[in-house]
């Protein structure tokens, strides 16, 4: 019997690919066999190092630069892939940005910001493939929420808030687009050892916080890109609209 986790012939796009979760998911999607185009902002060099250890392996990546907070950015992406690497039949987005900030100091501009790069790029990208997934009858979309999206976090709001959306969001398209065949899952990490949580930078009381989970430990990046490997595989097939928790415990609904 063929367990169904081969990806061969098929093109993934990963949105903020050029470190932590989405380097790790880029990384395995190929491994599996999808063609991959590894998008990036202003991080040409780590992007291309992800395309050559991708190629160097035998697979198939390309690295684009594009802002998915912008429409403009986000439609010449698309083109570009499509152009470059075929039609998109698995899409991760998974690019974000996390601020903390007393809520009471939160400017207008760090509202839009956080919104823009957390919540509206998932909408601009969205739309911006699921044309050509409908055109074509099938596509699977697995979108990177967070569990703080469900627990919230004192001085996080906008991160938060953004991340709820980002469920929301997922719930509508997954009804929305379950006719035409396309999958639309979420992934609700918990606390992940990148860049954007890294124990080292934190300060004593927020180590305590991160690490009070029942696992008491943060996740390597490639823990989570296994859940978006089985999402974004024939594996997952009955899954819609669904909230994935690779978080050691943080969330137990
Ligand atoms: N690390 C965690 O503990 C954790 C937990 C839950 C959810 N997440 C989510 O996982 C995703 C990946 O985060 P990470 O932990 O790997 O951190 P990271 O900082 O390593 O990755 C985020 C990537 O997104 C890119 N990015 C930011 N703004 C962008 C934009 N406008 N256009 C294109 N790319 C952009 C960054 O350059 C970066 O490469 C994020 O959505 C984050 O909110 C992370």
């Not at 739309?127 to 976090?153: E, T, Y």
């Not at 687009?177 to 930078?201: D, K």
């Not at 934190?202 to 999402?231: G, N, T, Y």
Request: proline letters at 5%; charged letters at 15%.
């Amino acid at each position: 019997m063929n367990v169904p986790i081969s990806l061969q012939g098929q093109t993934a796009l990963v949105t903020g690919a050029a470190t932590g979760i989405g380097r790790a998911t880029a990384l395995l999607l190929a491994q599996a066999g999808a063609r991959v185009v590894v998008n990036h902002l202003h991080q040409s060099q780590a992007a291309q190092a992800l395309v050559d250890e991708i190629t160097t392996a035998g697979g198939q990546a390309l690295a684009l630069s594009a802002d998915v907070s912008r429409a403009v950015d986000v439609e010449r992406l698309v083109r570009e892939a499509n152009e470059a690497a075929g039609p998109i039949h698995i899409l991760v987005n998974n690019a974000g940005i996390l601020q903390e900030k007393p809520f009471l100091d939160t400017s207008e501009e760090d509202w839009d910001r956080m919104l823009g790069t957390d919540l509206k790029s998932v909408f601009l990208v969205c739309r911006a493939v699921l044309p050509g997934m409908v055109a074509r009858g099938s596509g699977v979309v697995v979108n990177i929420a967070s569990d703080l999206g469900i627990l919230g976090r004192e001085r996080y709001a906008p991160y938060c808030a953004a991340k709820a959306g980002v469920i929301g969001l997922t719930r509508s398209l997954a009804r929305e687009f379950a006719p035409q065949q396309i999958r639309i899952n979420a992934i609700a990490p918990g606390p992940v050892a990148t860049a954007m949580v890294s124990l080292e930078h934190m300060s004593p009381e927020w180590v305590e916080k991160e690490l009070a989970i029942p696992q008491h430990r943060l996740a390597d990046p490639a823990e989570i890109a296994a859940s978006v490997l089985f999402l974004a595989s024939d594996l997952s097939r009955f899954y819609c609209g669904q909230v994935l928790g690779p978080n050691g415990g943080s969330v137990m609904p």
